[in-house]
């Protein structure tokens, strides 16, 4: 059974960092290195939006408009971790972050190609 869990959310001021991370177990590290990856979240009062997706051997990666250049998704398939390293937040950033892994590799922004989902960490960007 594949479980994905998230960590590194917290509260930080407007124009800080955070970096999230994701581990995934349940499978072998080869198992889980072809699966692609992707983090989504959601805001309060929002719905579940795409923020970014890496394939299995990280040559491919997609972020959504609103995160891209301040965004970086990244993956360590020897830990069998995700991250996401986030800069400049704003406080539009703020939600719950959850990853979430396509079996199939495909590395998309539709949230229904992923089969299994974390339980979310939650980002709070204050100004």
């Known amino acids: 059974q594949v479980q994905l869990v998230e960590s590194g959310g917290g509260l930080v001021q407007a124009g800080g960092s955070l970096k999230l991370s994701c581990k995934i177990s349940g499978q072998t590290p080869n198992a889980i290195a072809f699966y692609a990856l992707g983090w989504f979240r959601r805001g309060p009062g929002k719905e579940r939006e795409f923020v970014a997706a890496i394939t299995g051997n990280g040559a491919r990666t997609n972020y959504a408009d609103s995160v891209s250049g301040r965004f970086t998704i990244s993956r360590d398939n020897t830990k069998t971790t995700l991250y996401l390293q986030m800069n400049t937040l704003k406080p539009d950033d703020t939600a719950l972050y959850y990853c979430?892994?396509?079996?199939?590799?495909?590395?998309?922004?539709?949230?229904?190609?992923?089969?299994?989902w974390g339980q979310g960490t939650q980002v709070t960007v204050w100004s």
């Open positions: 979430a892994a396509d079996f199939l590799g495909q590395g998309l922004n539709d949230a229904r190609a992923y089969e299994k």
